[in-house]
């Protein structure tokens, strides 16, 4: 084994808080990802609660359920990951890179 795996976690299955909602927009007392690993869970709309999305387009360019500013930001996060990962993993096995 010895391969180093990463992720990023972005508490898609969390719900906002009345709180979250002032500071960060969107809709306090739902998910932050209503569809998570759901069908509705696609770029097209299909199966998601209408009056949620409608909500939710008033603060998020939305394709389909889809956050394409979050989407955005998280690829370049799983990027960075990648390519740090790819120089040195030393962070997660201890083993120092070759020079």
């Known amino acids: 084994m010895g391969i180093p795996a ?12 009345e709180e979250q ?4 927009a969107g809709l306090a007392d739902v998910a932050y990802d209503p569809c998570y690993h759901s069908f509705c869970d ?3 709309g ?4 209408d009056a949620v999305y409608d909500a939710l387009s008033a603060h998020y360019d ?6 394409t500013e979050a989407l955005d930001v998280n690829s370049d ?12 993993t030393s ?4 083993v ?4």
């Open 21 to 24: 909602a002032a500071l960060y």
């Open 91 to 94: 962070t997660v096995n201890g």
């Open 6 to 17: 990463g992720g990023l976690f972005t508490g898609a299955e969390g719900v906002k808080s």
């Open 62 to 67: 939305l394709a389909g359920n889809v956050n």
């Open 46 to 49: 299909d199966g998601q609660d």
């Open 42 to 44: 696609n770029l097209t």
């Open 96 to 99: 120092k890179p070759r020079r």
């Open 77 to 88: 996060v799983i990027a960075s990951a990648i390519l740090t990962l790819a120089y040195d």
